[in-house]
T-cell receptor, first 111, second 115 residues
Framework: GESVGLHLPTLSVQEGDNSIINCAYS??????FIWYKQESGKGPQFIID?????DKRQGQRVTVLLNKTVKHLSLQIAATQPGDSAVYFC??????????FGTGTRLQVFP | GAGVSQSPRYKVTKRGQDVALRCDPI?????LYWYRQALGQGPEFLTY????????KSGLPNDRFSAERPEGSISTLTIQRTEQRDSAMYRC?????????????FGPGTRLTVT
C-alpha cells in the first residue's frame, strides 16, 4: 500500500507505554473536533470526537483533551499496542460541514 | 456493513485527458464529501453534497474540477484536461447527516497519477 506521511513528526513509544499525540487547531470558533487514525494504504478511520462544550472525553483506551484557551487538542492512548502504529490526524469543524485537518503525527510502536 | 467504496482505486492518465472518479457512500448517508490528500498531509476539502444538492464547492481548485450526485447516492468527481499537479489521492467520505458535528466515514481513495 501507499505510505502516508513520509516526513511527518514522529512519536516512538514502547509497547505497553502510554502515548500522547498533540495538535494545535487554528480557529477559536471551532466547535467540534475529531481524531482520525490512518494506516498505510487506507482511508482515515474515526477514533474519537469531542465537542467544544467539553474538555475531556474517554473512549476505549483513548482519551481526548481539549484546551480551548490555547487551542490545543491531545489524544492519549493507554497501553499502546503495535496495532496502534499509524499516522494520526486531528480535524476541526466550525459551524460548517467541512473538516479542516491538521498536520499528522506518525506513531511508531516498538516491542 | 459495507463502508464507503471508491473506484477505480488507481488511475493513471495522460496530461490533457478527462477522468471520472466514483464514490459510493454508506447506504442512507445524507452527506457526501470529496477531499484530496497529498502525501504527508491531512485530507483537504474539495466539495460536499446533502442528498443531490451541492452545498459547498469552495475547495475545488479551479473550473476543471466538478462533481455531481444526481440521485443523492453515488457521486462522481470529474477532472477535465488533467494536469500533472492534479496527481494526488482523492478521498470520499460520507456522514449520516449534515451539520458538521458528525463523524465522517472515509473510503479507501483513488490514487490519480497524471503523466
Amino acid at each position: 500500500g501507499e505510505s502516508v506521511g513520509l516526513h511527518l513528526p514522529t512519536l516512538s513509544v514502547q509497547e505497553g507505554d502510554n502515548s500522547i499525540i498533540n495538535c494545535a487547531y487554528s480557529n477559536s470558533a471551532s466547535d467540534y473536533f475529531i481524531w482520525y487514525k490512518q494506516e498505510s494504504g487506507k482511508g482515515p478511520q474515526f477514533i474519537i470526537d469531542i465537542r467544544s462544550n467539553m474538555d475531556k472525553r474517554q473512549g476505549q483506551r483513548v482519551t481526548v483533551l481539549l484546551n480551548k484557551t490555547v487551542k490545543h487538542l491531545s489524544l492519549q492512548i493507554a497501553a499502546t499496542q503495535p496495532g496502534d502504529s499509524a499516522v494520526y490526524f486531528c480535524a476541526e469543524n466550525y459551524n460548517t460541514d467541512k473538516l479542516i485537518f491538521g498536520t499528522g503525527t506518525r506513531l511508531q510502536v516498538f516491542p | 456493513g459495507a463502508g464507503v467504496s471508491q473506484s477505480p482505486r488507481y488511475k493513471v492518465t495522460k496530461r490533457g485527458q478527462d477522468v471520472a472518479l466514483r464514490c459510493d457512500p454508506i447506504s442512507g448517508h445524507v452527506s457526501l464529501y470529496w477531499y484530496r490528500q497529498a502525501l504527508g498531509q491531512g485530507p483537504e476539502f474539495l466539495t460536499y453534497f446533502n442528498y443531490e444538492a451541492q452545498q459547498d464547492k469552495s475547495g475545488l481548485p479551479n473550473d476543471r474540477f466538478s462533481a455531481e450526485r444526481p440521485e443523492g447516492s453515488i457521486s462522481t468527481l470529474t477532472i477535465q484536461r488533467t494536469e500533472q499537479r492534479d496527481s494526488a489521492m482523492y478521498r470520499c467520505a460520507s456522514s449520516v447527516t449534515s451539520g458538521g458535528a458528525y463523524e465522517q466515514y472515509f473510503g479507501p481513495g483513488t490514487r490519480l497519477t497524471v503523466t
